[in-house]
C-alpha cells in the first residue's frame, strides 16, 4: 500500500511541475501570439473590404494653359 502512496505522490508532483512550467509558457507566449494574431485579422479585415468597396478611378490631370495673362480677362 505504501507503493501506491508514493506513486501518487510522484505523480502528482509531476502534474504540479507541468502545470506549472505551461503556465510560465503560456504567460510569456501569449502576448507574441495576440500580435500575429490581431495582425493576420487586421490584413485580413482590410482585404476584405478593399475587395467590397470600390475604388474611384482617379481623373486625368488636365493640360496646363499655353497663354497666361490675368486671371480674369477683359471685356472688349
Do not use: H
Not at 14 to 37: C, D, E
Request: aromatic fraction near 6%; glycine fraction near 6%; hydrophobic fraction near 45%.
Amino acid at each position: 500500500m505504501q507503493k501506491v502512496y508514493n506513486l501518487l505522490g510522484v505523480l502528482g508532483f509531476v502534474m504540479s511541475g507541468t502545470m506549472a512550467v505551461m503556465g510560465v509558457m503560456a504567460y510569456t507566449r501569449i502576448p507574441s501570439m495576440m500580435k500575429l494574431y490581431l495582425s493576420e485579422m487586421k490584413l485580413e479585415l482590410t482585404e476584405t473590404i478593399l475587395k467590397q468597396v470600390p475604388v474611384p478611378e482617379i481623373p486625368e490631370i488636365p493640360k496646363l494653359p499655353k497663354t497666361t495673362g490675368p486671371a480674369i480677362p477683359s471685356i472688349r
